[in-house]
């Protein structure tokens, strides 16, 4: 079993899925989980313990696609890769620091 610290709870692995292979956990009456979408076809579902927000902040770093060109955003229980729009990314400070836009994407959970 896997498990892992989010800011006021935790979270637990219990299925991955995709290209051919089923979910094949039962978590489906769970009282909260959450599931990750690669943008590639795989799949992962985690049971939460704490809020939705928090553990999807966690999960979706682990399913986040490592080429700089996604982020994670929460969609109701579903944490999905979405392209990253072009105004994501602004200016912050006084030294010209990238940021997130988290204003105009408050779901952004994972960038």
């Known amino acids: 079993m896997t498990t892992h610290k989010t800011a006021d ?15 094949q956990g039962d978590w489906y009456n769970a009282p909260a989980t ?4 690669d943008g590639d076809g795989h799949y992962t579902a985690w049971r939460v313990e ?6 999807a902040e966690v999960a979706g770093r682990f399913d986040l696609p490592s080429n ?10 579903s944490v999905d890769a979405t392209a990253t729009p072009d105004d994501f990314w602004i200016t912050v400070g006084h ?12 779901n952004a959970v994972a960038y």
């Open 95 to 106: 030294y010209g620091d990238m940021g997130p836009n988290l204003e105009v994407y408050p």
């Open 68 to 77: 700089g060109r996604y982020v994670m955003m929460l969609n109701g229980t």
């Open 34 to 37: 959450i599931v990750t979408d």
């Open 9 to 23: 709870g935790f979270i637990t692995l219990v299925d991955q899925w995709g290209h051919g292979r089923a979910a």
């Open 50 to 55: 704490g809020s939705i927000r928090a553990a």
